[in-house]
């Protein structure tokens, strides 16, 4: 298995809908990472847990909400999104030290219509 | 004015020509540097890892850092169309971890 698997890779949805992404790593991290990447522009930081506690939230709106039930396993819970928050979704995780560097997973593609 | 600066391309370039990718930045206090590479449809991978100042080379690829100047900058000598990428820089001052990415340059090495 790769080190950080991302599920679905591709995700359709409509403004109302409730979907989540899925993020899992294998590699004995203990912080884990969301990350959009919109055509463009530089990858933009949006949450980061550390041994499973929200240690950074870059103002994004409320609408993304994450879950760190574990060290191995990261959430992304999406209601109601608008346009403009289509964008690939990537996680990755590391080991938290301030030298350590980050592993991507491959992403989520979110359209939303 | 950007934190992070980094020209994003296209760059063209025939196989084997030597590429030098660069970033610029403004905030002194980095002194982690990455640069990643991202191939269509998957995420970002680490190619080049540095740490304050200087030189570091791996096969094909030397990641110079010059703080001085706020500039980095990755070579690929013998350049090969599977270097055909996305190659984002990064940068930290360590504190937290948290990373500051360029908004990567595509590369296209021609056969």
């Known amino acids: 298995e790769t080190g950080v698997t991302q599920t679905p890779r591709h995700l359709v949805m409509g403004m109302t809908n409730k979907k989540s992404l899925k993020c899992e790593q294998h590699l004995g991290h203990n912080a884990m990472y969301w990350y959009k990447q919109s055509a463009k522009k530089p990858l933009e930081l949006m949450f980061v847990?550390?041994?499973?506690?929200?240690?950074e939230n870059n103002s994004v709106p409320s609408r993304f909400s994450p879950e760190c039930p574990n060290s191995s396993h990261l959430f992304l819970h999406l209601h109601t999104l608008q346009p403009e928050d289509s964008a690939l979704y990537l996680c990755a995780s590391s080991l938290g030290r301030r030298d350590s560097p980050l592993h991507f997973g491959n992403g989520t593609r979110l359209t939303v219509t | 004015q950007k934190e992070v600066e980094q020209d994003p391309g296209p760059l063209s370039v025939p196989e084997g020509a030597i590429v030098s990718l660069n970033c610029t930045y403004s905030?002194?206090?980095?002194?982690?540097f990455m640069w990643y590479r991202q191939y269509s449809r998957k995420g970002p991978e680490l190619l080049m890892y540095?740490?304050?100042?200087g030189n570091k080379e791996d096969g094909r690829f030397t990641a110079q850092v010059d703080k001085s100047s706020k500039y980095i900058s990755l070579f690929i000598r013998d350049s090969q169309p599977s270097d055909s990428a996305t190659y984002l820089c990064a940068m930290s001052a360590g504190a937290g971890n948290m990373l500051t990415f360029g908004g990567g340059t595509r590369l296209m090495v021609k056969p």
């Open positions: 540095t740490y304050s100042s």
């Open positions: 847990y550390s041994l499973e506690e929200r240690v």
């Open positions: 905030n002194s206090a980095f002194q982690y």
